[in-house]
């Protein structure tokens, strides 16, 4: 199984943040990556997220952050994701 760490944005191409063999990794350069670009953050949850309408993806897990005691959505939303197939 794939794990891939990425943020999309609506304005912006996606951007791969890195392919893993397994979630923990993947989440955990994800949190890396969002703490390294945004200032206060004190609090990141992963939740579950509705798989891909074409089924690509078994697994969406997106980021939320708590800024200064408030949980905001992102301008760009971070995923870690799981296939059973490899990714090129």
Do not use: N
Not at 55 to 60: F, K, N, R, V, Y
Request: hydrophobic share 40%.
């Amino acid at each position: 199984m794939t794990w891939e760490a990425a943020y999309e944005s609506a304005t912006f191409t996606p951007h791969l943040i890195g392919r893993f063999t397994d979630e923990q990794s993947a989440c955990v350069a994800a949190e890396a990556w969002y703490r390294a670009r945004c200032a206060g953050v004190t609090g990141l949850t992963w939740t579950a997220g509705p798989q891909l309408a074409t089924g690509e993806w078994e697994s969406w897990l997106t980021l939320e952050a708590t800024q200064q005691g408030l949980t905001a959505p992102f301008d760009t939303e971070i995923v870690v994701r799981s296939t059973a197939h490899a990714t090129s």
